[in-house]
């Protein structure tokens, strides 16, 4: 099928280009050019957005840090300031599928993909978007809580979040190949600790455990205000069930999930070795 | 809808065609130009068989829209040898190492591989497990493919 291709040069045009009949926003291409191939005829329409303010980063006022939604998981790689948030995406893909996905791509992905974005959430990002009318900052679970229905058609400008304080962000992929392999688990871990060295806000975000990233609230309750010992890494095992709604896919099933993942937050939190 | 012309440089000689709206880099290479070099494995960004470089960087072809290398340089394997028909030092070091079996990966492994040299004419062992690791190869089991690499590199510094 022809499709018609559409290139914006700013944000607010691409959102009513996106707002046409049939239209897609193409981030890195790594799903929707794949949906292509596959024979998806839901759409034929696509919109390339090539404002430069989606493949900046920045800081910015207060102390946050901006990353373009058209800003690839390479250049997160390449980036030294960025070379505590590497991990994450280094996770996706190998070495082209990097060159290609996109931060605004990502957070998009359908689990089992959607690495980067978990770990976005545990960095509690701001999604940056256009909707109908205007930019608006969105808190990122509201984003990912909402995305398919009501926010397919409104480009990413930015996502800006904060860096965590000295090491206290943690990142693990699970899965069943050591390189490239798709996820049985995402899991990413703020933990910051106050002058006596007791948990305050911790997040704990994990991706392909539900449709879409989440956040295991009941785990970072049950750390507030206290240090990371056996027994509260177990408290927060014991609150985070029920927390997590699995999905059975082709490389694991929700039982096999469930059964795993406490094994999983368990090492994260003790801060184990992969 | 009409076709778009797309102007581009495919190892190193320019080249204009008319494509689709939608079609892929890979479509465009293998259907309407003849260059076989790139195979369409998984048509999913997943096989990595299809690798080229665009502008120096590994790139999947099947997921890339050919009106997205409007200006820019596209290199698969078919432009590896020399002008005098000289094999690369990674095709060299490929069939030396016995690096090859079935082949279909093999063209998505040269070009992820020359990727690398490019940017780090010295790798590790380590550099090309992840250089390759967005490549299948169902026959090797990548230890002559990783080697093959190592030693096009050990003869890139003797030369």
Redo the contacts between chains.
């Keep these: ?5 559409l290139r914006y040069a700013d944000v607010a045009d691409a959102a009513s280009g996106a707002a046409r009949p049939g239209a897609r926003i ?1 981030g890195g ?2 799903l929707l ?2 949906d ?3 024979g998806d005829v839901s759409f034929d329409t ?1 919109i390339r957005i090539e404002d430069p303010a989606t493949t900046a980063i920045d800081n910015v006022p207060g102390g946050a840090i901006s990353l373009g939604g058209g800003v690839t998981m ?1 250049r997160v790689v390449s980036e030294p300031a960025l070379a505590w948030l590497a991990p994450a995406a280094l996770s996706v ?5 990097r ?2 996905a996109t931060v605004a791509g990502n957070l998009h992905a359908p689990a089992p993909y959607g690495d980067f974005a978990t770990a976005l959430l545990a960095l509690d990002a701001k999604v940056v978007l256009h909707d109908e009318t205007a930019l608006i900052d969105l808190p990122i679970q509201d984003f990912l809580a909402h995305r398919r229905a009501l926010h397919a058609r409104h480009p990413i400008r930015a996502v800006r979040f904060h860096a965590p304080p000295g090491h206290s962000f943690r990142f693990r992929k699970v899965s069943r190949t050591r ?2 392999g798709l996820a049985v688990m995402t899991l990413a871990i703020v933990l910051p600790t106050d002058a006596d060295g007791l948990i305050r806000g911790a997040r704990i975000a994990c991706g392909a455990l539900a449709e879409t990233p989440v956040r295991i609230v009941g785990a970072e309750a049950a750390l507030e205000g206290r240090s990371l010992t056996p027994d509260s890494i177990e408290a927060a095992i014991a609150a985070s069930v029920g927390e997590i709604n699995p999905v059975d896919d082709a490389i694991a099933s929700a039982w096999y999930r469930r059964a795993v993942f406490p094994v999983h937050l368990r090492r994260m939190l003790a801060g184990d070795a992969a | 809808m009409s076709k778009v012309a797309v102007h581009f440089d495919l190892n190193g000689k320019a080249r204009s065609e008319f494509v689709d709206g939608g079609a892929t880099l890979l479509d465009l290479l293998r259907t309407r130009i003849g260059d076989m070099s790139p195979k369409a494995g998984c048509l999913q960004g997943s096989c990595g068989c299809c690798t080229v470089l665009i502008d120096g960087e590994p790139r999947l072809a099947c997921i890339t829209l050919a009106e997205d290398v409007q200006g820019r340089e596209v290199e698969t394997a078919r432009g590896l040898p020399d002008g005098a028909g000289r094999l690369h030092p990674l095709q060299q070091a490929f069939i030396d190492g016995f690096a090859t079996q079935c082949g279909f990966c093999t063209p998505g492994m040269l070009m992820a591989a020359k990727a690398l040299l490019n940017r780090k004419p010295n790798p590790t062992r380590a550099d090309v497990i992840d250089a390759i690791s967005g490549n299948f190869c169902r026959c090797t089991g990548y230890a002559p493919i990783i080697d093959a690499i190592l030693a096009a590199a050990e003869a890139g510094r003797a030369a």
Excluded: H
């Design positions: 099928m022809t499709l018609r291709y193409l291409g790594t050019v794949r292509i191939n596959m696509l390479a893909g190998g070495p082209a599928v060159a290609m390189v490239k």
